[in-house]
Nanobody, 124 residues
Framework: QVQLVESGGGLVQAGGSLRLSCAASGRIFSINDMGWYRQAPGKQRSVVALITSGGSTNYADSVKGRFTISRDNAKKTVYLQMNSLEPEDTAVYYC??????????????????WGQGTQVTVSS
């Protein structure tokens, strides 16, 4: 069984920093893209940053220059370094892993997974 476990959320003042981590566990063969999404109260979930298995990255315009996504393929972990945080960054942040290939008995199956979410609150 595959799980994504997030950590690192919390309360921080505007201008501060936080680092989110998301570790995938289970009998995983490989993972394609990984990413972070966020959902603020009353709003839809939206993409924050994406990273491919090869390390190519993509960011939402609102976080470019402030957030950095990275991954450690050996540890099956993706990170989100968030600097110069603003109150508008307040949201529940979700980790996503696309194209997770995992062992199921003698087979290898593929599906996408989401983490449980971690709250980030930025006070003004």
């Amino acid at each position: 069984q595959v799980q994504l476990v997030e950590s690192g959320g919390g309360l921080v003042q505007a201008g501060g920093s936080l680092r989110l981590s998301c570790a995938a566990s289970g009998r995983i063969f490989s993972i394609n893209d990984m990413g972070w999404y966020r959902q603020a109260p009353g709003k839809q979930r939206s993409v924050v940053a994406l990273i491919t298995s090869g390390g190519s990255t993509n960011y939402a315009d609102s976080v470019k220059g402030r957030f950095t996504i990275s991954r450690d393929n050996a540890k099956k972990t993706v990170y989100l370094q968030m600097n110069s945080l603003e109150p508008e960054d307040t949201a529940v942040y979700y980790c996503n892993a696309e194209g997770v290939r995992y062992y199921s008995g003698r087979d290898i199956n593929t599906r996408d997974y989401w983490g449980q979410g971690t709250q980030v609150t930025v006070s003004s």
